[in-house]
């Protein structure tokens, strides 16, 4: 994991989630680039077509913003919001 990466990552004050459509997806990693909290990776495991999806690396980082849906040139992934995420403390910036 790169710093820059590592530094986007904080408790969310709302918690996201993100579907992804595993088989959709050719690995390019753009949704992992344009998270703006860092909260995507690409997973070891490979699709059918031999690609390395995108997963969450802790829903804790996810505000469900969708930026990763609107990125992803096969739709293959979205993200959603869930609601008030109960890990967030009042200290912490939210994003
Ligand atoms: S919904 Fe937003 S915060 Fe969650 S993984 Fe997608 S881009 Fe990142
Ligand atoms: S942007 Fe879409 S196609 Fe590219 S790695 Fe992410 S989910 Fe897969």
Redesign the pocket.
């Known amino acids: 994991m790169s710093e820059a990466l590592a530094k986007k990552r904080k408790i969310q004050k709302y918690l996201g989630n993100v579907e992804?459509k595993i088989e959709?997806?050719?690995?390019?990693?753009?949704?992992?680039e344009f998270c703006p909290t860092g909260a995507l990776e690409?997973s070891k495991s490979f699709n059918k077509k031999g690609?390395h999806?995108?997963m969450l690396v802790d829903q804790n980082y996810c505000n469900g913003c969708d930026l990763?849906g609107l990125?992803?040139?096969?739709f293959?992934?979205f993200g959603f919001r869930v609601g008030p995420n109960p890990n967030f403390k009042k200290d912490e910036k939210a994003k």
């Open positions: 992804v959709h997806c050719k690995g390019c990693g753009f949704c992992v690409l690609y999806p995108p990763c990125y992803c040139p096969d293959a992934i």
